[in-house]
């Protein structure tokens, strides 16, 4: 426990200091963004600042994390990743290739190295995916996660990319998405007595707790719109959110409860688009936080809604039985769909007090 209690202190330190030199350095050669371009009436600030995000994981887990497999290949395939999706951000490319491109990305990852064979879900029961496939040069491909594990990728960097119109959003949710995958681990640690289980464990809460003590500094900045991450930043955090998820031994509904309430909201959305004849990947004001901003709510409450929904799921998903998740899962469907009637009708009671 020292370990990790050294680890996050170094993260923590790194990231503020990185955070305070990278910011003056960018605003000094103009490395600002263009607040007219998305109708933001403020001024210019310092973007690209993701690279704090590169920088503080690879110094802190090189120094330790204790380097294994999972080590390497996170840091490999973050870097192609963060690599794409910075070419990406500048060459401005049209979604159906970016969507193209993550799809070729999340499968050359599944076929070296990471990937889905199953999914322990918030129900308590296992599902098996490595049921049907198909032989290709001697290596043995599964179609069902091959699919999954592209599905999941691709749906978890869009939810998160999406929630990023709103100062702070993106970065809080990922400090609540890590820190709930450290305790989880914390938990499965003081439980495991297999010595491999109890090594992924350290490697999972390590990998976390950077993640999260370098970003709880770049929340503080973020979300008073002084540095931005842009979607280079957005992509590494989807990337090791899915990545942990799957490594840590197919917690997949464990990082899906954090995102619940945008799950639930991409899928709504996408099918709203598509019922008004447009493209289901285009970029528009209808998501959660556009449609409680359009109420009247300032960021802050739209911030403090979100978080508490996403920790209060959390909590739920963890400690409640079997029927009680499946009511709780219900609910958040009701709230998402309707959440603007929700408030609206809270308001009013508040306003007639």
């Known amino acids: 426990m020292l370990d990790i209690f050294i680890t996050f202190l170094f993260s923590l330190l790194l990231s503020l200091a990185l955070i305070l030199a990278l910011k003056s350095l960018f605003e000094k050669l103009d490395i600002v963004d263009n607040p007219k371009k998305y109708w933001k009436k403020r001024k210019p600030v310092a973007y ?11 110094i802190s887990s090189y120094f330790f994390v204790e380097h294994n497999y999972k080590l390497y290949l ?20 049209s979604a159906k290739i970016r969507l193209l491109i993550q799809i070729l990305i999340w499968a050359v990852i599944w076929v070296t190295s990471i990937k889905i064979g199953y999914v322990s879900n918030i129900f308590w029961w296992i599902v098996n995916l490595e049921t049907h496939y198909i032989t290709l040069f001697n290596h043995t491909i599964y179609i069902i996660p091959l699919i999954f594990t592209i599905i999941w990728y691709v749906f978890i960097f869009n939810a998160i990319n999406w929630t990023d ?32 289980l109890l090594k992924n464990s350290v490697f999972i809460m390590q990998v976390a707790i950077i993640l999260v003590w370098a970003l709880i500094p770049f929340f503080f900045f973020d979300v008073r719109e002084k540095i931005l991450m842009w979607d280079t930043g957005t992509m590494f955090l989807g990337f090791m959110l899915a990545s942990l998820a799957i490594i840590s031994g197919g917690k997949i509904a464990t990082v899906l409860v954090v995102f619940w309430i945008y799950v639930i909201d991409a899928i709504y959305v996408i099918l709203r688009r598509i019922y008004n004849k447009k493209n289901p990947m285009a970029w528009d004001f209808t ?57 609206r009708i809270w308001l009013k009671k508040i306003w007639k007090k």
């Open 165 to 196: 119109w709103i100062s702070g959003n993106t970065s809080g949710l990922s400090i609540i998405s890590f820190f709930i995958l450290f305790l989880l681990w914390l938990i499965l640690f003081n439980r495991d007595e297999n010595n491999e």
């Open 48 to 58: 690209s600042m993701w690279i704090v995000f590169f920088l503080v994981f690879f």
């Open 287 to 343: 998501h959660l936080h556009h449609r409680l901003l359009d109420l009247g709510l300032s960021k802050k409450w739209v911030l403090t809604i979100i978080f508490s929904l996403s920790f209060f799921f959390w909590i739920t998903a963890l400690f409640l039985d079997k029927t009680w998740k499946i009511i709780v899962f219900i609910i958040i469907i009701f709230i998402v769909i309707f959440i603007n009637e929700i408030v």
């Open 74 to 93: 996170l840091w490999f395939f973050w870097a192609v990743v963060t690599i794409v999706s910075f070419i990406d951000d500048r060459l401005d490319v």
